[in-house]
């Protein structure tokens, strides 16, 4: 091994002890093959002449359908969809439009083994589109128009999605002021735990979540 | 009213008391209800100049696809997705390549409804694709196949598939004999929910869920 790679591993290694002590659910060895990862994915970015500074949001998107099939191709015909760039946009907590090696790590122990608290508090987020702490009714418009698939033969389809907000109101928003709080949101997940991602697929589902934890913790670690 | 539609709408009441006696979950009024849908939508069959015992393949995926955004556009470039035709197949149980009244009356059931317990047999019941009542390795490895977006750096994307098929097996498969039978799906799904659909969307999503129960009940109950 070379002084320089020795170097390098050593470094790795002290930034995922620190790492680790600061992010849940991932031991000092795991947070290690994360960040090797991470430098593999930023070395894609780099080598086609973007910036390193941490994952935009192209390179971003990409890995978030690769890895997770995370995407909206399947409503190809309406507006961009906003789960992805929501996605982003909670991964990246500086907001300064790339996600660091911390903010990944961060967001990955939500994503691969949050509990259903964390997840509860990470979709509230996602769904927040403006973030000021309330899922309100153009919120909830915008995300399920986005995020539902359309009858072809309704006449206007808006109103079928603006009945089901009412409908989400009812059933929802606990303390009746037309829109939902944290509370709200946190109170009926907690009953019905399929509300969690009701206003579109911001998780990933469980068997890309193995496939994801293999590919990082199980190949990385035989190297 | 002409003696026609009075006429029929007796009919429309007398099948719905029968069905709501043999399906779970659906009321006398609600069977009402799916009954007019499925005239309507048997009507879109024939207006096609398509064949009126049921719906077809053809009309039951763009219905799955319409109301529930069960699709599998978001893996276009793989080979012919499973789970429609799969579902199809848990629909038409008596195999006439039909799904008849009854048969979308109580496959909707389960659909809109269903208990856990019905559930986990009818997600069952979709996997076990040549109906031998275990979910072997090969129809694991289709299923997955088909459903996982594959990392396109990966040399040979297969190899991941079948690690991930053995690491299912070894948390799904308790008695060991390296196929899932009933109970160990069971038993699996019970522990943790999220692997009900672990090979694959077979169910509709509780937002899809909701506008569809709105737009068949809610809207017909109006008229």
Known sequence: MSDMSSLNRKLIQTLAETISKQVDHFNKTEVECLIREFNVLLGECAASG???????????RSILHNNFGMTDDMIMDLAPLL????????????????????????????????????????????????????????????LLKNSLIRQPTEEDPDEG????????LKRMD?????????????KAVKEENLLLEAFGTCLPDIMSTEAFEQHVFQEQLVL
Request: charged share 35%; aromatic share 14%; proline share 1%.
């Open 83 to 142: 789960v992805d760039p929501t996605v982003f946009r909670t991964f990246d907590r500086d907001n300064d439009s790339f996600v660091s090696l911390k903010e990944w790590i961060e967001g990955l122990s939500v994503f691969l083994r949050g509990t259903m608290d964390e997840k509860i508090k990470y979709c509230f987020q996602v769904y927040d589109l403006n973030s000021d702490n309330y899922i309100s009714r153009e919120e909830m418009f915008h």
């Open 174 to 186: 606990h303390d009746h002021d037309g829109r939902l709080s944290f509370s709200d949101f946190e």
């Open 50 to 60: 973007r910036a390193v500074n941490g994952l935009d949001k192209e390179k971003f």
């Open 161 to 168: 999605i603006k009945d089901l907000v009412e409908i989400t």
